[in-house]
């Protein structure tokens, strides 16, 4: 009926082969074509990778060695623009320190755990009128040897140092009977207690002793061989400053290396709040012993004083030191006054403790450690409910028969066995049944009476002159 000149196409999937079958289109065809060339890629792209790892690794490596290179580059040249050369080298440390330091010692901020009276009634706080010793000993009577006590042994003071011996003609030449008996307990006890001998060392000047012997109440620290720098007190109150002395003990090889510092005494033997006093011809060798003699024999020292406090050289003493008396002595009725140690609760713990930091040789801690044993001291951790351990860097202590014997038989343990104090400290406490007269106060109270500054360098041990 009319002519169709149009194209059929035809629209299935599938169409005839010559042989009249169908065949049928595969569209997927093409898609698995390029799927399979990808994972080609991919496949050739990880062969070259295994191929070349090695190098791979060190070019990353070396990216990061640079990096890291670069960075501390830059640290150091912002640390060159703030801290001080020392011997050529740069200290970072230190500067560091010193600006911590200096935040530190001005720094009086309101006790958490102390608690002290108010401001005005600080100003009107008085010493209080002496009372008789309530405690079981009434007088301490100090043994004072010939040096014929030291038959068989160089009596002279250099020779005394060569033999390094820990008991001298400072300390006596006391026997282990001696020490045995010192701890029974009577009304009236001979001790040794250090100075027995003229000869013994630790000379001071008149003019020091004449003003020692005038305080009633002492605060005091030591640094020898160069030790610790000197901090100010703070947080006085005026009663304070007038009934209160300060009293620094220092050797000549601290003198000379504060004066290299231009920390310099002026001509009234002072700096700052503190009078500086020079011992010469220490006694022992190990400036640590050095130290116990006016950290634990301030009685024997300060001969008219009723009060001290001792303050290691690492920290400094940051509240009114009458109020303290007041806190920690005359309110609890206690005669002694030390911190718990904030670590450990056992001496025998601690003695492990002290090898383990390599504060103490092993065999001389054994040695203290087997006597305490044979003695029958026990491994308890509380006595009468307090802390059996005692961190000794701050002493507060009213000067009684008692306090008095204390100190003295402390004192003759650490020049028998280690330097240790807080080893001894408990063992003789046990021993006088003495733990019923202390003031264990917790670490958060050291913490309010002291800014803890660290030791800054190393003492130097006593040199020889031969």
């Not at 049928?24 to 890629?41: A, E, L, M, N, Y």
């Not at 601690?350 to 203290?368: G, I, L, T, W």
Request: proline share 4%; glycine share 6%; hydrophobic share 40%.
């Amino acid at each position: 009926m009319f002519n169709n000149n149009s194209v059929s196409i035809p629209i299935s999937d599938h169409e005839s082969d010559e042989h009249g079958g169908v065949r049928v289109h595969t569209r997927r065809k093409r898609k698995k074509v390029v799927h399979r060339g990808s994972q080609d890629f991919r496949e050739k792209v990880l062969r070259k990778l295994l191929r070349h790892w090695i190098l791979i690794i060190i070019l990353v490596a070396s990216a990061l060695l640079v990096f890291e290179a670069f960075t501390i580059a830059r640290k150091s040249d912002s640390t060159k623009l703030r801290t001080p050369k020392i011997n050529g080298r740069i200290n970072s440390q230190l500067a560091l320190g010193k600006e911590r330091q200096h935040h530190n010692l001005n720094r009086l901020d309101p006790p958490r755990c102390l608690k002290l009276l108010p401001v005005e009634e600080l100003e009107h706080l008085d010493i209080p009128v002496e009372e008789e010793s309530g405690g079981p000993v009434n007088q301490v009577l100090y043994v004072s040897e010939s040096e014929s006590s030291f038959v068989g042994r160089n009596a002279t003071f250099s020779l005394q140092h060569m033999e390094l011996a820990r008991f001298n003609l400072f300390t006596g030449n006391q026997t282990l009977e001696q020490r045995d008996t010192s701890f029974e307990i009577k009304e009236s006890m001979m001790v040794h207690c250090g100075f027995y001998n003229l000869n013994g060392g630790f000379k001071i000047s008149d003019e020091d002793k004449s003003y020692m012997q005038a305080c009633k109440v002492v605060v005091s620290t030591c640094a020898f061989g160069g030790g610790d720098d000197l901090y100010q007190p703070i947080g006085i109150s005026e009663a304070s400053l007038k009934k209160v002395c300060y009293v620094a003990f220092w050797d000549e090889i601290t003198l000379r290396a504060q004066e290299l510092a231009d920390h310099r005494i002026g001509e009234n033997g002072f700096i700052g709040k503190w009078r500086v006093v020079i011992v010469r011809d220490l006694p022992f060798v190990d400036q640590r012993l050095n130290g116990k003699i006016p950290k634990m024999l301030s009685h024997r020292l300060f001969p008219q004083a009723k009060y001290s406090i001792w303050v290691d050289s690492k920290s400094q003493f940051r509240r009114d030191p009458l109020g303290v008396l007041e806190a920690l002595l005359w309110r609890p009725h206690s005669v002694f006054a030390i911190s718990e140690h904030g670590a450990r609760s056992s001496v025998y713990d601690e003695a492990k403790a002290v090898v383990k930091k390599n504060k103490a040789k092993p065999e001389e801690v054994e040695v203290q450690l087997n006597q305490y044993r044979r003695d029958g001291f026990p491994e308890d951790k509380r006595f009468i409910g307090k802390k059996a351990l005692c961190e000794a860097s701050v002493l507060v202590r009213k000067h009684t028969p008692l306090t008095n014997l204390l100190m003295c038989l402390w004192f003759n343990e650490v020049v028998r066995f280690t330097s240790r104090d807080q080893l001894s400290l408990p063992y003789v406490l046990w021993r006088l049944n003495a733990f019923k007269y202390i003031n264990a106060f917790p670490v958060c109270t050291r913490k309010d009476l002291v800014n803890s500054m660290g030791h800054i360098r190393k003492a130097k041990p006593l040199q020889l002159q031969i």
